[in-house]
């Protein structure tokens, strides 16, 4: 991709701007059907910025990590969101960012990034086709420090080529095979209960600036398809790694997480874990089991350097 669809911003996006333009752009493009079919090839990027120590203080409380000299492993995707959603507001992003399911995402920190750094971040789509579930979106989103690649992540985002109910999507996940599979491995043991409520969906959504209404009231939530107000997946994700802090290093790691079913809040959760010096299994699932909430993998890095 050459450098010149890259748009370089002095600061990040103001998120609110951007969610009036996402609502906007649905409308009038849903209404004339002008949404874009060429290749999306723009670019933004955004230097010199500073880490928020007070939102970052916020973050680490809300997903209980531990308090350390290096931002947890997931808050970099909090720092990049604003600018994610400029991309995915853009005149040229080819579909609609309201409605759109998170579901996949894979973090890969390569060195951990200091409290103190001033970071470069560069957000691009890396991926986007067309399948029986819908038209797939592949998000990325790299991290610099001083010139050095510290941090990617790549967000897979599904819109549904028909709305389905969430009770058949609960019980597709319930079937799946990679479901049983992680239920049906001897070494999956369940560490722990994880609770969300509705004022950790509030909380988060204060956070890290996703104030996608399915988080915040169960109207929005419903209009979308859902049964109740949902959990944000990536405040999931963080929540499993925080728990596992205790049993492996997360600071060195690639993390592959599959969103599977929406957690409706208030909710509580299974964490089940397999762990291993090669990779670590693990799933968030309902009380008895049969529904997975997410599944994913942690590899670690050998390449340490840091």
């Not at 790691?253 to 670590?280: G, T, Y």
Request: glycine fraction near 2%; charged fraction near 15%; hydrophobic fraction near 40%.
């Amino acid at each position: 991709m050459s450098t010149n669809q890259i748009t370089h911003l002095n600061n990040q996006p103001f998120i609110p701007l951007l969610y009036a333009k996402a609502v906007l752009n649905s409308i009038l493009k849903t209404a004339t059907n002008t949404w874009s079919t060429r290749p999306f090839t723009q670019q933004y990027s955004v230097s010199g910025q500073s880490i928020d120590s007070n939102n970052l203080q916020r973050y680490i409380q809300c997903c209980r990590y531990r308090n350390t000299d290096y931002v947890p492993v997931t808050y970099p995707f909090v720092m990049a969101f604003p600018l994610l959603m400029k991309l995915m507001t853009s005149a040229q992003f080819p579909i609609s960012v309201l409605g759109l399911i998170h579901y996949k995402n894979t973090i890969t920190q390569h060195s951990p990034i200091n409290k103190s750094a001033i970071v470069t971040i560069i957000c691009s789509v890396s991926n986007d086709n067309t399948a029986d579930k819908g038209r797939f979106i592949e998000t990325h989103i790299d991290i610099f420090v001083d010139g050095q690649l510290m941090w990617e992540c790549t967000s897979t985002f599904l819109q549904k080529s028909r709305l389905k109910q969430t009770k058949q999507h609960s019980e597709d996940s319930e079937n799946s095979p990679s479901h049983k599979d992680l239920l049906d491995s001897p070494a999956m043991e369940t560490i722990s209960a994880l609770k969300f409520s509705h004022f950790d969906a509030l909380k988060y959504a204060y956070i890290s600036k996703d104030t996608n209404p399915i988080h915040l009231h169960y109207i929005p939530a419903k209009l979308m398809g859902f049964k109740s107000t949902i959990m944000h997946g990536m405040l999931a994700k963080a929540r499993v790694l925080a728990q596992l802090e205790t049993f492996i290093d997360i600071q060195h790691i690639s993390i592959d997480v599959q969103f599977k079913s929406a957690i409706f809040l208030p909710a509580q959760v299974c964490l089940n874990v397999a762990l291993s010096p090669q990779n670590n299994s693990f799933n968030l699932t309902n009380a008895n089991n049969r529904v997975t909430h997410l599944s994913g993998v942690i590899y670690p890095l050998l390449n340490k350097t840091n």
